[in-house]
T-cell receptor, first 114, second 115 residues
């Protein structure tokens, strides 16, 4: 089975721009979560989608949004980019909403905001 | 509210010697606990998980961890370090909230292995 894939792997943007990141989960996985990883704050949960619905959300401003499509692929959008948004954005998928809460992570998208 | 504390930001060992990475957690309920490893420029890989079954959990690559409720600890060990074990390790506690399991990550422990 193919793993979680994220595109693009690297991205450079300037302040004020917006960016969209994409995540394709493992086939059959319906839950997709997004995380931000920075040296200062570590790994922080952004949000989780299940069956095209946002199920949980972390403590991030409204500039961070996401969505999930019927094939479980997910996108994350950040509007009005700030320098502090520079980070590794990780996507993770898991099979279902039951007790199988082990997540499988993608390689991440590294975003640099100049 | 749940939280997790990794007691060492860096651990340095020689190849062939034991590894101990320490993790304490705080959780309102019976948590699920995980250890993940992250190699440079890679995503996270699950090493092992505890979900209220056996308290001694065996994982991949010779790693294991023991859940001690009285000490609220979930330390990761390996009898003999290998150069390929050099990476960042994350302890994670996961509680059920909002209809799903939401993980909280520790700040990570960087394992350095000397030849």
């Amino acid at each position: 089975k193919a793993g979680v894939t994220q595109t693009p792997r690297y991205l450079i943007k300037t302040r004020g721009q917006q960016v969209t990141l994409s995540c394709s989960p493992i086939s059959g996985h319906r839950s997709v979560s997004w995380y931000q990883q920075t040296p200062g704050q570590g790994l922080q949960f952004l949000f989780e989608y299940f069956s095209e619905t946002q199920r949980n959300k972390g403590n991030f401003p409204g500039r961070f949004s996401g969505r999930q499509f019927s094939n479980s692929r997910s996108e994350m959008n950040v509007s009005t980019l700030e320098l502090g948004d520079s980070a590794l954005y990780l996507c993770a998928s898991r099979p279902d909403r039951g007790l199988q809460e082990t997540q499988y992570f993608g390689p991440g998208t590294r975003l640099l905001v100049l | 509210a749940q939280s997790v504390t990794q007691l060492d930001s860096h651990v340095s060992v020689s190849e062939g010697t034991p590894v101990l990475l320490r993790c304490n957690y705080s959780s309102s309920y019976s948590p699920s606990l995980f250890w993940y490893v992250q190699h440079p420029n890679k995503g996270l890989q699950l090493l092992l998980k505890y979900t209220s079954a056996a308290t001694l959990v065996k994982g991949i690559n010779g790693f294991e961890a023991e859940f001690k409720k009285s000490e609220t600890s979930f330390h990761l060990t390996k009898p003999s370090a290998h150069m390929s074990d050099a990476a960042e390790y994350f302890c994670v506690v996961s509680d059920y909230t909002g209809g799903s399991y939401i993980p909280t990550f520790g700040r990570g422990t960087s394992l350095i292995v000397h030849p």
